[in-house]
C-alpha cells in the first residue's frame, strides 16, 4: 500500500524525471467539489454529506503468497483515505476529507502518510489564489503511489443517492519500463447510465502514464459490485487489478422507530428506483407487511440492512467485503520478465481471499511484501477474519474476479443465508422471499453473493447455539484451491470466532 516512509530516491525519483513535463503541464489532477446540483450547500454554508471521493494509482507492486512467495502484480493502490485503508476500511471519504490539504513539507523523509485521509499531494492551486481546485504536486504522488500496490484494490463503499467522484492517476509501471500501459476503471454490473465513464476504453476513455481522469457516478441501487481495469482484462485482472465497491440502502436512513415497509413503499416515488412493469426492479415490496421498524442494534447505533427490504430481513451487525481470487505464479514472474505471457496456458495455482491464502487470512492488520528498492509496502490491507458478536449476525459481501476457475466456499456449522445474487435482493415481483440456506455457495468470475452468517439461533435450553469462544471454518471444499502452488496450507479458508465481547470499530473481540 503506502510505504512507512513518506518518500524514496531511486526508482520514484527516475521515473519521476520521465514524466517531468506532462507532471509540470497538470496533467495529474484530482476533483471533488463540495456542492453539485443534487448535494447543494445547505443554507447555512453546510457541505452534503452526500458527495464521496477517492483517489487511486495505476502501477504495480508485489504482494506476498501464503508460502512467503514474493509475487509481482499489477495493481491499483490508494492515493486517498491511507489510514482508514491501513485499517482495513474503504477508502471513500466525504468531499470534507477528501479535500483536506497535503500537510507535509516536501522532500522532509520523516512524516508517516497512513495518518493521512485526504488526497495526496492535493495544494492549493497559485493560479487561482491558492484556492483548492484539485491541483496537485505531483511528487508526493509519484512517492507514494509507485510500487504502492494493493490486493485487492483500494475498497469503496457509498450510499444509495451519493455522487461518487473517482480519480485514478497512472503513475506507470516501475518494474516494466517498456509497457506505456494505460489504465481504467469499469465497475462490473454497476448501473451506471454513462458509457463515457464505464472505463471500457472503446467506448469512453483510458488514462496513459502521467495523467489522471475523474470518473463520476451516481449511486441507485443497493449491492455488492466490484471493479477492474478494462484494459486487456485476462492479463489485467490476472496480474492482480481487481477491487470490490459495495452501496449501502437508504433503508438505512430510515428514522429510528420508523416502518420499515412505509420506508420502502415511499420509494415508489423516485422514477430511478421505482417498479412498475420493470422485472428488474431492485426495491420490490414484501408480500406482507410485518411491522418491523428501524430499531437499534446491540451496540445502540440504528440496525444496518444489505438491501431495501421493507421487512428487516437482511438485517446484520458486521459486515465484511471479501474477494475471491487466484495467481498463477508463473504468468507473474513471466510478466515482469519482458517475455511473452502463456494465455493460453494460464493456471491458478494460489487461492486468495482478500489476496491472502490461510493463515494470512486470519492475521489481523495489514500485510507488507518488500519491494524493489528495499522498502516495505502494505501489500494486502484486508484480512479476512470474521468476528460475530455473541448472538449477531455478519453480511458477507463476496465477490469473484478469478480468470480461470470457479470458485466454492463452504460454511462448517453456521449455515448460510443467501440474501443476493449479482446486487439484487432474491424476491420476486409479487415480494415472495426467494433467500435460502446452504451450507455452500459457487462463483464464477465476475459474480457476486452477499451471505448472512447468522449466529442468533438459540437451542433447546434457551442459550445461544454458537457460544462465545468458539470457532468455525469458511473453507473451499475444493481441496486443490486448499493449498500454495501445489504445497500444503493455504488457500481459500478463513475463521469464524464467536465474541462474547466484540468492538464494532475495530470488529475484533475483546
Excluded at 449477531?392 to 478469478?402: C, E, Q, T, V
Excluded at 447468522?454 to 442459550?463: F, M, P, Q, T, V
Amino acid at each position: 500500500m503506502f510505504s512507512a516512509r513518506v518518500y524514496r530516491g531511486g526508482f520514484s525519483a527516475l521515473l519521476l524525471l520521465l514524466f517531468a513535463l506532462p507532471a509540470l503541464a497538470q496533467s495529474f489532477r484530482v476533483q471533488c467539489p463540495d456542492n453539485t446540483v443534487l448535494h447543494p450547500k445547505s443554507s447555512a454554508g453546510v457541505v452534503s454529506d452526500g458527495i464521496k471521493c477517492q483517489q487511486i494509482s495505476g502501477g504495480d507492486g508485489y504482494s506476498t503468497m501464503g508460502d512467503g512467495t514474493q509475487t509481482y502484480m499489477f495493481s491499483f493502490g490508494p492515493l486517498s483515505g491511507l489510514a482508514d485503508i491501513k485499517q482495513g476500511l474503504p477508502g471513500t471519504e466525504p468531499s470534507s476529507v477528501f479535500n483536506t490539504l497535503w500537510p507535509y513539507p516536501i522532500h522532509d523523509g520523516v512524516h508517516d502518510v497512513s495518518t493521512f485521509n485526504g488526497a495526496v499531494g492535493l495544494v492549493p492551486d497559485p493560479d487561482a489564489g491558492g484556492a483548492i481546485t484539485g491541483h496537485v504536486d505531483p511528487r508526493p504522488i509519484m512517492d507514494v503511489g509507485v510500487m504502492n500496490g494493493n490486493i485487492p484494490a483500494p475498497t469503496m463503499a457509498i450510499d444509495e443517492d451519493d455522487e461518487f467522484f473517482l480519480t485514478l492517476t497512472n503513475v506507470g509501471m516501475i518494474m516494466r519500463p517498456d509497457l506505456f500501459e494505460k489504465h481504467t476503471v469499469h465497475f462490473h454490473g454497476y448501473p451506471n447510465a454513462s458509457s463515457f465513464y464505464d472505463g471500457v476504453p472503446d467506448a469512453s476513455v483510458a488514462i496513459n502514464i502521467g495523467g489522471s481522469f475523474t470518473y463520476y457516478y451516481l449511486a441507485p441501487d443497493a449491492g455488492t459490485y466490484f471493479w477492474h481495469c478494462h484494459i486487456t482484462p485476462p492479463e489485467h485482472l490476472q496480474m492482480g487489478m481487481v477491487g470490490q465497491i459495495y452501496v449501502r440502502p437508504r433503508q438505512n436512513r430510515v428514522p429510528t422507530g420508523a416502518s420499515l415497509y412505509a420506508g420502502l413503499q415511499a420509494q415508489q416515488n423516485d422514477l430511478r428506483t421505482r417498479c412498475g412493469t420493470d422485472i428488474l426492479c431492485s426495491t420490490p415490496l414484501p408480500r406482507v407487511d410485518n411491522g418491523a421498524t428501524h430499531q437499534l442494534n446491540k451496540s445502540g447505533s440504528p440496525t444496518l440492512y444489505a438491501y431495501n427490504d421493507g421487512d428487516g430481513s437482511t438485517a446484520y451487525d458486521v459486515e465484511y467485503p471479501i474477494q475471491i481470487h487466484g495467481f498463477d505464479p508463473n504468468f507473474h514472474f513471466v510478466g515482469m520478465t519482458f517475455n511473452p505471457e502463456p494465455f493460453t496456458d494460464m493456471k491458478d495455482k494460489y487461492f486468495l481471499l482478500n489476496g491472502r491464502s490461510y493463515p494470512d487470512t486470519v492475521t489481523p492488520g495489514p500485510m507488507s511484501t518488500q519491494v524493489s528498492d528495499g522498502s516495505a509496502h502494505f501489500s494486502q490491507p484486508l484480512p479476512t477474519l470474521i468476528n460475530i458478536p455473541l448472538g449477531g449476525k455478519a453480511l458477507l459481501r463476496i465477490s469473484d474476479l478469478d480468470v480461470t476457475e470457479f470458485q466454492t466456499l463452504a460454511s462448517l456449522g453456521i449455515p448460510m443465508h443467501v440474501i443476493g445474487i449479482n446486487a439484487r435482493l432474491l424476491r420476486d415481483m409479487s415480494g415472495n422471499d426467494l433467500t435460502y440456506y446452504t451450507n455452500s455457495i459457487t462463483l464464477g468470475g465476475g459474480e457476486s453473493i452477499d451471505v448472512i452468517l447468522d449466529a442468533s439461533a438459540l437451542d433447546a435450553s434457551g442459550n445461544f447455539r454458537y457460544p462465545a469462544g468458539s470457532t468455525y471454518y469458511l473453507y473451499t471444499p475444493n481441496l486443490d484451491h486448499l493449498s500454495n502452488d501445489a504445497e500444503n496450507f493455504g488457500g481459500l479458508m478463513t475463521e469464524v470466532h464467536i465474541c462474547g465481547a466484540f468492538d464494532p470499530i475495530t470488529k475484533l473481540c475483546k
